[in-house]
């Protein structure tokens, strides 16, 4: 079959990417007309299936077809050119075509097609030269033989012994030698003319090292090498630094300096390693025997009743399953001592069989996805604006979460023999004794479809018997309204849970949940600090050292990706205009290691950094047809990142209690662009009385359809943020109390009057267009469940997630957000000159007004504090540095353009109510 798959992609002129394709094809397209000897004569399989031969023309594989255009305007043809790439066989003997337009030529682009019409003699994709040089020298060969090692093709090229791939030498490749878990690339010597390729490259392209391949596709393609191989042969050859010998970087204007790289950043990469190495080595075999030990004790495979397959068998509906273990290597980017060898045991829940070995379906279950991160942040704010000073967070980690609840459903028997090597004991001399071991799974394993399912639904019902509400916008964040009137919240991320609340409710909630399930490890935020910060779903948070706000930051993550950007001119914002799409027929797909970094980007994005949030959904719209407008974009983002490391979310706490309530207030805007609008927004939580408010969740997505004015494309944004963001958001406060104050903000004045009237004679087919309703918005305002409000375009506040904007007001915005850097911080902590303080309030304030009000606060503390330093008294010092703190803090909370130094005096009198200093 390999032969023939082959002589299909040369004949088609397809690359070996097409392969999964044209597998599908050869098998079909043999079962219908290619016949061999049965017990009735020659038939083909598929007329020994049907007892009727195949009458029907199959259209070669690759070869061109007119198929219907569906979507073409009234003055363009009707229809449009693809290739054949594999066959559909429908119940009542019929064939359609399943084929892919040439203008997008994917293989996630294959669709099948009722109608068609062959082109005669023609193969579309044979002109477009899409199979590499090192693919075609194979040309010659007859199909049917693998070429050997010992059959020179050519003076340069020679075959891997065992799988035929083209390789220079006689070196055996990575998967023959080792087996099929390794690379299938080949490892060879380095020849002269890549080194003069990555030499000429590196002036041109560096550090776009997948680049450098690409301009050199003759030199590198014949050795399999990446971005990443290319990269590590320069750093041999001393044409680039090693990674992490990067210069120290200056990132302020204060003349402060941080390191590119921490020592020891921990960002928690587990590495997954073969399991056949893993078990060569004692940290793997001990590994998997505490992952044995664990499953046995827990009662999910009990190990003492192991029987014949048969016998299961005999069970109604029982399912039988793979089990096998699966390493990694934990703190894999740390160095060598930090390694830490780990575990799982999985089922192969992708394939699961009945009695007769014939793979079924599961059965159906309720899905139950996890808590999102903004439940994370939703509880946490409503903890701090409620309880102010008072509020606790308490984090821990479930012990085998998911072997807590038992597996529901049809029975489900697991294989022992890849695990029978570490059996002892009576479990080992049974498996010996048996031919095919199988054993019962009890509990939910890792690896079944259903068994998250199946653990959220244990752990609900655990948390609601013992007076836990559910929350109706996540399933999986739940409230408690104790006898004092105040609110806990309790999330769950499967094994990771963390509460917030008053400090003794919050005590006394993590009490009970010993009782229901395994716990090792528990942390209070109240004793965290910057440098052993509470670690939750990878995010670092801790509280300020003055108990001021708490702090959400990924700075090793953000530092780990920053890295990888070049060494050149940092910049103060993340994109310098949008990704502009460009039609093309060859679509390629961006590098491997380019679609890590995005992945990476888009979690720091949902999880402390709406910062990134524009620019990086704008790149990841782009990943399988990269171009060179998004490498330069991923650039300019990873230069931003540099300078932008320590940005951290910060959750400022209110002075006192608040009994006002929770108020809900979102920003939404939108770019109108022909090619696809953009609609971005961010929800606040907020506490009326001292304006304390904070991001809980952000957004930036690109607008389904295509609209034709301004007022739409405000209207899309404004249905957009009510419908997803804000209802979910208000219903989680409405439920242990009132519907909450909301106010939506919007910059487009037409779109408002259009809401207010419930109608808009312009506006008629956004019904049917964009499945949205005006009408609908107008009477959630005439309820009163929210508000719909003007905002000028300087107060703008979702303007950086819809385009790029200039630095001033970029920085603006982040303020706004709650986001911080540390220089900041230090910057404050200086000694108050009245240069720096000047610069500052310059940077970070908006009117004349405002800056004078400011100086003249400053230099008032910085008065107070050159007399306690001179009169020796610390009390009084600790005293103004909090003062100069909170005024720092009251200064970014202001929303009006002027407001007098008398409030702000007051506010600082408030927050320090009880202390006394000499003036």
């Given amino acids: 079959m ?18 999964p394709a044209a597998a599908r094809y050869y098998a079909l397209a043999r079962n219908l007309t290619w016949k061999h000897d049965g017990p009735s004569g020659k038939k083909t399989a598929y007329e020994a299936r049907f007892g009727r031969a195949w009458d029907k023309s199959v259209p070669p594989f690759g070869s061109g077809v007119i198929v219907f255009n569906d979507g073409h305007a009234k003055f363009e043809p009707s229809g449009r050119a693809a290739i054949v790439v594999g066959l559909v066989l429908t119940h009542d003997h019929h064939m359609n075509l399943e084929v892919v337009l040439l203008d997008d030529l994917r293989m996630d682009a294959a669709k099948p097609v009722l109608e068609w019409k062959i082109l005669d003699h023609s193969l579309p994709a044979k002109s477009l030269r899409l199979r590499p040089t090192y ?73 776009r090292w997948q680049t450098v391949v690409g301009s050199h596709p003759d030199v590198f393609k014949l050795n399999f090498r990446s971005g990443k191989d290319v990269r590590a042969r320069a750093v041999n050859l001393k044409l680039v630094k090693e990674p992490r010998e990067q210069p120290q970087l200056e990132i302020s204007t204060i003349e402060l300096e941080i390191d590119a790289l921490d020592e020891n950043p921990e960002c928690l990469v587990t590495e997954a390693i073969p399991a056949a190495a893993a078990m060569k080595t004692p940290d793997g075999r001990a590994a998997l025997e505490k992952e044995m030990k664990t499953l046995s004790e827990s009662g999910t495979l009990k190990l003492e009743n192991v029987i014949q397959r048969e016998d299961a068998a005999a069970l109604k509906d029982a399912r039988f399953v793979k089990l096998k273990p699966i390493f990694g290597v934990k703190n894999s980017e740390l160095p060598p001592e930090h390694h830490k060898t780990k575990c799982r045991v999985v089922a192969q829940g992708c394939i699961v069989a009945d009695a007769s070995k014939r793979r079924v379906m599961d059965s159906e279950f309720s899905f139950d996805k996890p808590a999102g991160i903004v439940a994370m942040r939703m509880a946490m704010s409503a903890a701090i604006l409620e309880n102010g000073r008072e509020a606790e967070g308490v984090f821990f980690d479930i012990d085998g979460a998911y072997l807590h609840a038992p597996l529901k459903g049809p029975p489900v028997y697991g294989y022992v023999r890849e695990l029978a090597g570490i059996l002892k004991g009576h479990a080992a001399e049974k498996c010996k004794r048996i031919n095919e071991p199988v054993v019962k799974i009890e509990r939910a394993l890792y690896g079944l479809k259903r068994s998250a399912s199946d653990f959220s639904h244990f752990a609900r019902d655990k948390l609601v018997s013992i007076g836990w509400l559910e929350s109706s916008s996540d399933r999986n964040l739940y409230s408690k309204k104790e006898k004092g009137g105040w609110v806990t919240y309790l999330v769950l991320y499967v094994d990771d849970g963390a509460i917030f609340g008053r400090s003794d409710a919050a005590a006394r909630a993590m009490e009970e949940i010993p009782g229901l399930f395994e716990i090792s490890k528990t942390s209070q935020l109240s004793a965290a600090s910057k440098e052993q910060p509470v670690l939750y779903l990878g995010i670092n948070i801790y509280p300020e050292g003055n108990a001021a706000a708490w702090v959400l930051d990924m700075e090793a993550n953000d530092t780990m990706v920053a890295t990888k950007a070049p060494e050149s001119r940092q910049r103060s914002t993340p994109m310098s205009r949008r990704v502009e799409a460009v039609e093309s027929l060859h679509k390629q797909a961006c590098s491997e290691e380019h679609r890590s970094t995005i992945g990476q980007l888009l979690w720091l994005t949902r999880t402390t950094r709406p910062d990134l949030a524009h620019a990086v959904f704008q790149i990841a719209r782009h990943v399988d047809r990269w171009t060179s407008d998004a490498e330069r974009a991923l650039t300019e983002v990873l230069k931003y990142l540099v300078k932008h490391t320590s940005v951290a979310l910060r959750y400022t706490i209110p002075i006192k209690d608040t009994d006002s309530g929770i108020h809900l207030e979102a920003h939404c805007d939108a770019d109108f662009h022909a090619d696809g609008s953009t609609s971005g927004y961010v929800l606040f939580f907020k506490e009326p009385t001292e304006n304390t408010r904070h991001s809980v969740d952000w957004g930036s997505r690109r607008q389904r359809r295509t609209v034709a004015s ?57 019904n049917k267009t964009q499945r949205i309703s005006i009408k609908w918005l107008h009477e959630l305002s005439a309820d009163e469940l929210v508000g719909f409000e003007y905002v000028a375009t300087r107060a703008k506040q979702a303007d950086a997630l819809t385009k790029p904007t200039s630095a001033d007001v970029f ?22 000159s009245s240069e720096a303080v000047k610069n500052y309030n310059n940077d970070h304030f908006i009117t004349e007004d405002r800056r ?68």
């Fill in 2 to 19: 390999n032969a023939g798959v082959r002589a299909l992609l040369l004949q088609a002129g397809l690359p070996t990417d097409w392969f």
């Fill in 710 to 766: 301004t007022a739409e494309v405000e209207i899309v944004a404004m249905h957009d943020v009510t419908q997803l963001c804000v209802f979910p958001a208000a219903t989680f406060i409405s439920e242990l109390g009132e519907w909450p104050a909301v106010r939506i903000l919007a910059g487009n004045e037409t779109a408002l009057k259009a809401v207010a009237r419930g109608f808009s004679d312009k506006l008629l087919y956004v």
């Fill in 811 to 832: 920085r603006k915005t982040l303020h706004s957000w709650g986001l911080s850097q540390e220089r900041d911080e230090r910057a404050i902590a200086i000694a108050y």
């Fill in 135 to 207: 693919e075609d020298q194979t040309e010659h060969l007859h199909f049917g033989q693998f070429a050997t090692g010992d059959e020179e093709v050519s003076a340069e090229i020679r075959y891997c012994a065992r799988c035929s791939r083209p390789e220079p030498g006689v070196v055996r490749c990575d998967k023959c030698r080792f087996g099929a878990a390794a690379r299938s690339r080949h490892v060879c010597a380095w020849t002269e003319a890549e080194d003069a390729a990555i030499r000429s490259g590196k002036e041109l392209f560096v550090p």
């Fill in 852 to 919: 004078q009000h400011a100086l003249s606060l400053w230099n008032t503390l910085s008065f107070a504090s050159m007399r306690a330093e001179m009169g020796e008294n610390p009390r009084a010092a600790e005293v103004i540095e909090a003062l100069v703190t909170r005024a720092h803090a009251i200064q970014k909370q202001l929303s009006k353009e002027y407001q007098s130094d008398t409030l702000l005096r007051d506010c600082l009198a408030r927050s320090v109510q009880g202390e006394s200093f000499a003036a």
